[in-house]
Each structure stands twice: as structure tokens, then as C-alpha cells.
């Protein structure tokens, strides 16, 4: 590779002597007509000849030329060939990292139809709490709940994060919940995750005061707290938008019209080089429509940031 001359001027070679003319070429390339004749003498010193003359207003290949040119313009057409096949194979998989809540509630039963209306990408899920190294190409893109846009990456927001009680009806009947004071520790499903002392500050509630109940059921997943809440064991506090199949076919409901919001949301985050990729802008514009539909008539509820509209 020592003896190969400036990638530079093998670049302006190629373009003069496909348009036969130091003036194209240069408009071609950005450059001016001065800064093509350089070029040419900078290759023509590193070969040890000449290759091109001057032929009336324009310029022509010499015999060197002549043999050179052909074998120049295929290796660009092939370098050209290697980088479309690699953007070709990169734009065939999207791989996505994000939490269980996310990837069960929300993606797996949508992204039948992202495939459909982009059959020619396939998709990849990476359904785990670690932090994946987007940069290093672990995966393409994550959905990632955090207060801080991550330095170094893209983020495009996506929805807040807010919480409420949830529990079946029977529950709710059966312990007459009609205001957030009604729901005692023990009357709670994970009583001690940290979400609900965010509830009771925001409810204005005591409940937090009051001793746990040692045969509490305590998760780490919100997936768990729904189905122990689904099976009346207990209100869950859990973020609403992920379970509106639960509440729209009345397994759950909300006892409270309450909300209490928490610092992180919800966003798409990817590598600053994958800003313009196709895959990359497909999934984005559908993750927005689906949230938006999923909310329904009040999108803003969850899709402001702030209190400005994100979208």
C-alpha cells in the first residue's frame, strides 16, 4: 500500500478521464479547475508519466492513460459494489435492546406489523436490563427508560413515565378503594418498591407510614405485579400505557383517575452514524404512530415532555 498513490488524486484521474474535460470533472468533484490539474501532476510525478495531453479546448489520454483508466474506473466500481453490499446486509436486520416490560407489553405484539409493512428488514430483540454498547454495534438501536439522554448517542424521546394502581375489580370492590388513603400497605403488591413512596408524595397519602405486611408479595418486574394484581392478590402500581390490553378487556382497572409522574421516559436511542439509516428511520416513524394510537384520544398524557408536545 506504500507505493499506491494519493487516494485523492487517483479520484480526480478517474473523473477527468471519464469526462475527457479538467472543467467537469471539477464541478463533479467539488474543486476547482486549478485544483484538477494539481492533482493530476501530483499523480503523474508519482507514476513517471504523463496522462493527459492537451487536445484542441479539452484534454486527452495518452496511451498510458488509455491502459490506466479502464482498470481504475473497475476498481472504484468495485469499492463502490463492497460499501452498497455492506449497507445492503446492514439494513436487512434491525436489532433492538430493551426491558421485558417493553419488549412483552408493547413490541412483541406490534412489531408483526412493522415486519409487514417493511418486509424487507428483519427484527431482532435483545430483552434485557443490561446496558448494551450501542456504539461497539451490540445492537442497532435501544428503547431505554432513563432522566438523562445518554451522551454520546441520539435520543429521541418517546414517552413519559408515569405510574397509577391498577388491581381487578373484585378487588376493588371488595375493599372499597375510593380514595388513594384507601390503599394500605397491605392491600398493595410489592409494597416496598420504591415507586410507591413516588405515589404516596404525589397522592398526598400516609399509607407509606404504615408498617409492611410480612407476607407481602414482593417482584422485581411490573409483568409479575399485573398478573398477581389480575388475580386479586393486590394493587399494582404499574406505568399504564404498558398493560392497555389488561385494562381495555377489564382484567384491570384504574380505582384512581391519579397519575404520579417520575423523572425518566421513555426513548430511542442510537449511534449519531445510524441517524440517516433507513431501518433506523422506519422504526422510529412507527414507534411514534404506535404510541400514538395507543394512547388514543389524549395522547398527551404521556406523549409530552415537559408540557411540550415531543412529536
Same mark, same amino acid.
Given at each position: 500500500?506504500?507505493?499506491?498513490?494519493?487516494?485523492?488524486?487517483?479520484?480526480?484521474?478517474?473523473? =477527468?478521464a471519464r469526462h475527457g474535460n479538467f472543467t467537469r470533472a471539477a464541478e463533479? /468533484?467539488?474543486?476547482? *479547475?486549478?485544483?484538477?490539474?494539481?492533482?493530476?501532476?501530483? /499523480?503523474?510525478?508519482?507514476? &513517471?508519466?504523463?496522462? @493527459?495531453?492537451? *487536445?484542441?479546448?479539452?484534454?486527452?489520454?495518452?496511451?498510458? &492513460?488509455?491502459?490506466?483508466?479502464?482498470?481504475?474506473s473497475q476498481a472504484f466500481s468495485d469499492m463502490e459494489g463492497a460499501f452498497?453490499?455492506?449497507? &445492503?446486509?446492514?439494513?436487512?436486520? /434491525?436489532?433492538?435492546?430493551?426491558?421485558?416490560?417493553?419488549?412483552? *407489553? @408493547?413490541?412483541?405484539?406490534?412489531?408483526?406489523?412493522?415486519? /409487514?409493512?417493511?418486509? +424487507?428488514?428483519?427484527?431482532?430483540?435483545d430483552v434485557s436490563d443490561r446496558i448494551v454498547d450501542l456504539e461497539a454495534?451490540?445492537?442497532?438501536?435501544?428503547?431505554?427508560?432513563?432522566?438523562?439522554?445518554?451522551?454520546?448517542?441520539?435520543?429521541?424521546?418517546?414517552?413519559?413515565?408515569?405510574?397509577?394502581?391498577?388491581?381487578?375489580?373484585?378487588?376493588?370492590?371488595?375493599?372499597?378503594?375510593?380514595?388513594?388513603?384507601?390503599?394500605?400497605?397491605?392491600?398493595?403488591?410489592?409494597? +416496598?418498591?420504591?415507586?410507591?413512596?413516588?405515589?404516596?408524595?404525589?397522592?398526598?397519602?400516609?399509607?407509606?407510614?404504615?408498617?409492611?405486611?410480612?407476607? =407481602?408479595?414482593?417482584?422485581?418486574?411490573?409483568?409479575?405485579?399485573?398478573?398477581?394484581?389480575?388475580?386479586?392478590?393486590?394493587?399494582?402500581? #404499574?406505568?399504564?400505557?404498558?398493560?392497555?390490553?389488561?385494562?381495555?378487556?377489564?382484567?384491570?382497572?384504574?380505582?384512581?383517575?391519579?397519575?404520579?409522574?417520575?423523572?425518566?421516559?421513555?426513548? #430511542?436511542?442510537?449511534?449519531?452514524?445510524?441517524?440517516?439509516?433507513?431501518?433506523?428511520?422506519?422504526?422510529?416513524?412507527?414507534?411514534?404512530?404506535?404510541?400514538?394510537?395507543?394512547?388514543?384520544?389524549?395522547?398527551?398524557? @404521556?406523549?409530552?415532555?415537559?408540557?411540550?408536545?415531543?412529536?
Amino acid at each position: 500500500m506504500s507505493n499506491l498513490p494519493p487516494l485523492a488524486a487517483i479520484r480526480v484521474f478517474e473523473a =477527468a478521464a471519464r469526462h475527457g474535460n479538467f472543467t467537469r470533472a471539477a464541478e463533479e /468533484l467539488g474543486l476547482t *479547475q486549478a485544483g484538477v490539474s494539481y492533482q493530476i501532476k501530483v /499523480l503523474e510525478e508519482r507514476v &513517471g508519466t504523463v496522462l @493527459f495531453v492537451r *487536445q484542441g479546448r479539452g484534454m486527452a489520454l495518452t496511451p498510458a &492513460g488509455e491502459a490506466l483508466s479502464p482498470r481504475i474506473s473497475q476498481a472504484f466500481s468495485d469499492m463502490e459494489g463492497a460499501f452498497e453490499g455492506l449497507r &445492503g446486509d446492514d439494513d436487512a436486520v /434491525l436489532s433492538i435492546a430493551c426491558a421485558e416490560t417493553m419488549a412483552t *407489553q @408493547f413490541l412483541a405484539p406490534r412489531l408483526g406489523c412493522f415486519q /409487514l409493512a417493511h418486509p +424487507d428488514i428483519a427484527v431482532r430483540i435483545d430483552v434485557s436490563d443490561r446496558i448494551v454498547d450501542l456504539e461497539a454495534g451490540d445492537c442497532d438501536v435501544a428503547i431505554r427508560y432513563t432522566q438523562h439522554p445518554p451522551e454520546r448517542l441520539h435520543s429521541h424521546f418517546l414517552m413519559r413515565g408515569g405510574i397509577a394502581p391498577v388491581a381487578s375489580p373484585s378487588f376493588v370492590e371488595a375493599n372499597a378503594l375510593g380514595a388513594p388513603a384507601d390503599l394500605t400497605r397491605n392491600r398493595r403488591v410489592s409494597p +416496598d418498591y420504591p415507586w410507591w413512596q413516588r405515589w404516596d408524595e404525589a397522592t398526598c397519602s400516609e399509607s407509606a407510614s404504615q408498617p409492611s405486611s410480612s407476607g =407481602a408479595l414482593q417482584f422485581d418486574s411490573q409483568i409479575l405485579d399485573a398478573q398477581a394484581a389480575i388475580s386479586g392478590h393486590g394493587a399494582a402500581l #404499574l406505568m399504564p400505557p404498558m398493560f392497555q390490553n389488561e385494562l381495555r378487556d377489564g382484567r384491570l382497572i384504574r380505582p384512581f383517575a391519579q397519575v404520579a409522574w417520575l423523572t425518566h421516559s421513555f426513548r #430511542l436511542v442510537y449511534p449519531e452514524v445510524r441517524k440517516n439509516s433507513a431501518k433506523v428511520r422506519a422504526f422510529r416513524a412507527w414507534l411514534d404512530k404506535e404510541l400514538r394510537e395507543l394512547m388514543g384520544d389524549d395522547p398527551e398524557v @404521556f406523549l409530552m415532555e415537559g408540557g411540550v408536545d415531543q412529536r
